[in-house]
Structures are given as C-alpha cells and as structure tokens.
C-alpha cells in the first residue's frame, strides 16, 4: 500500500503565539520497497514531514493517505492504533526506557498493546536483538554505547513487523562503521516490501536512497 502526502501544509505556534509555518503544501508518495531519504538544513520541516506521515503531527490542510485511509480524519486514539499497527519509529533520541535491558525495550510495542507477551513475540525479539548483533546479557540499556543504543532502537521498530518504517536521523553521531551497518541494515529492511523513510544528514544513507526528497522552509524542492 502506498503513503502519500497530499499538499500537506502544518504550523506550530512559537512561544510569542506567532505561527512558525513547518511545512507548505508538500506532495510526496512512498512506496513499499522503496528507501526514501528526507534531505535539506535544519528546521527546514524534515522531522515534522516524519511526524505528519506517522500520524502524531495533524496537518491544518492537506491530506496523508495509506491505501484508503486518511490518517488526519482518525482521531487521536484511532491515530495511535494505526500507528501501533502500521509504523516503526526510530526517533532521533532513540526514547529508550534507560533502566530496562536491550530485549525488554525492544518488547515495549508489544506491550502496549496486550497483557500477555505471545512467546512468539519475545522469540522474535530475540531474534532481532541478534541480528542487530547485539548483546542478549541482561542490564540497563543506558550502559551500552549509542551505536548499540540506535540498533536496539531500530529492532524495537521492527518488533511487531510494520509496513513502514519512520526513521529520524538514525545514523547521527555514529562511527563510520556502525553509520554504515545502519544504512546498510535500513536498505535491506526496504528491499524486504517495507516502505522505508528516514530523515538524514548523512550522505552514506542518502545514498542509498531511491528517492531523495530535499526540503527547504517547509517546502520540498525536489
Ligand atoms: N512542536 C513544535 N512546536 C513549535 N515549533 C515547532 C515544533 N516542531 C517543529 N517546530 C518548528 O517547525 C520548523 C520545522 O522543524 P523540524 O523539526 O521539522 O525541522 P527539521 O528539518 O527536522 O530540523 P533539524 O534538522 O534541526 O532536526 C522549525 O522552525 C521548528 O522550530
């Protein structure tokens, strides 16, 4: 199914009450199987393009659709729900709970949504925290270094196996070595069917990308 934005305009107001204009009437589709990179300096509206396509920002005009739904006409529950069901999220400080070890932060989708974890889940858990190579020994998340802090982050995205993955500056402040596994790993994820966008400064993911979209003052330039 495809996710689109359709003349999609959002603004916030700043602390004085004037309206700051975040995104203007951006149109953007995004395919399953495509890896999109979302380019341009900051405060250009990278981030709230992200946020309006995972239903947390609600744009004042404008449309995002996934197949027939229309995300800005779903309440706010019913937002979350789609998004629980729908989106991985890879946010930009990774919002890992510090004193919970790698698998049970990566379980956390899981645990919003039932009361029992299916061993399934936990298996599959597991199974991504190896293939993110990282380590099955129990303690506190904030202990492990943020290249492994930013791959817990991105299997707890992958957790309950989402058509689309929302990715905020994932490789950002990462050695050349992990900034390359993370690339590598988000080109692969899009192979796989996933609809695949990640906000970046770092040309070894745009790269990577088969479509780049450049924003600049809300609005995107190519
Ligand atoms: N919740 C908010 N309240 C008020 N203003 C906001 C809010 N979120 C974003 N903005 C403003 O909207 C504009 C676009 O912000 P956004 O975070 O989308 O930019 P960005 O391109 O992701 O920037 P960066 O690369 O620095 O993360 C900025 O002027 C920002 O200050």
């Given at each position: 199914m495809m996710l689109a934005a359709h003349s999609v305009s959002a603004s916030f107001a700043d602390a004085g009450g004037v309206a700051i204009?975040?995104?203007?009437d951006v149109s953007a589709s995004f395919a399953p199987g495509q890896l999109t990179a979302v380019v341009g300096p900051s405060g250009s509206g990278k981030t709230t393009l992200l946020h309006a396509l995972a239903g947390i920002v609600v744009p004042q005009q404008g449309r995002i659709l996934f197949g027939e739904v229309e995300l800005n006409r779903l309440s706010e529950g019913r937002r979350d729900a789609w998004r629980l069901a729908h989106c991985g999220m890879v946010f930009q400080d990774f919002r890992l709970i510090d004193e919970l070890d790698a698998l049970a932060n990566v379980l956390l989708p899981a645990q919003f949504s039932r009361l029992h974890l299916p061993t399934t889940l936990r298996q599959r858990g597991m199974e991504l925290l190896a293939r993110f190579e990282?380590?099955?020994?129990?303690?506190?998340?904030?202990?492990?270094s943020r290249g492994e802090q930013q791959r817990v982050a991105l299997a707890r995205a992958l957790l309950l196996d989402p058509p689309i993955l929302l990715a905020d500056e994932p490789t950002a402040s990462l050695d050349a070595d992990n900034g390359q596994r993370i690339a590598a790993a988000l080109q692969d994820i899009a192979r796989q069917g996933k609809t695949v966008v990640t906000v970046t400064h770092d040309e070894r993911l745009s790269a990577r990308a088969d479509q780049v979209l450049t924003m600049k003052s809300g609005r995107v330039l190519s």
């Open positions: 204009q975040a995104l203007q990282l380590p099955q020994r129990a303690g506190p998340v904030a202990r492990l």
